[in-house]
């Protein structure tokens, strides 16, 4: 049989700051991963069996089947994983507390006839879950937000880009990817976006804060951490996106 091209969706997961936990620590939390990656799928109406799934050490890859609509890997999927995450730290110690990136890409991939998967897509998907803006963006919300996700603007202009339900373009924010050789326009998913799950922040109501008017927005940003919303540093101070509080 003669290797054959298939255009597929691909996600990957990544643990922030899975370094210097040790050997049991790490066995630990990537076993949660899969596990809250597993249950989120099925909470999707997805099944991790249908994916090629591969174990890249602190987190892992999967490969969409090739009849699955890109739009299933990102609604209701990301809210279901952030829940799910969100609710093994509440009763987790600092040990064993998640805080997961997420990269959504698609192309096409040479599928060989010994059952591997290779293809340039795969080098996108990692540049953009090594990115600066993601890594950035685990570090919203009070001690990190639980999961937070990169999509490729090919994977935007097909997915957010086409309206589909549960998808606003409002809860992405984008964001200039530089990693090595590469070099793209990508999205950012964050806490306390339309698309996520309802938090409290515990915010003060007469604290005065207001979200930014609903302009375009860039993520060149740093962001940081508050118990009022998701905060962006940009060039002339502190630009509050939206609080976390919102319906």
Known sequence: MNPSYEYRALLACDIAGSAGR???RLHEIRSVLRSA???????ADLDLRDFGYADTGDGCRLVAPAALPKARLLFPLLPELSSRIREHNRHAGPDTRLRVRVAVHAGELLFDPEHTVSGTPFEALARLL???PLRHATLAGTGGTPVAAILSHHFYEETVGHGYDGLEADAFTAADVRVKEYAARAWLWYPGSPVGPRVDPGRDPGSGERPAEPEARTAEQLVEATGNGTVFAVHRGHQYIRHNDRG
């Open 22 to 24: 040790g050997q049991q």
């Open 37 to 43: 990656l597993s249950g989120a799928l099925a909470g």
């Open 130 to 132: 090594d990115s600066a």
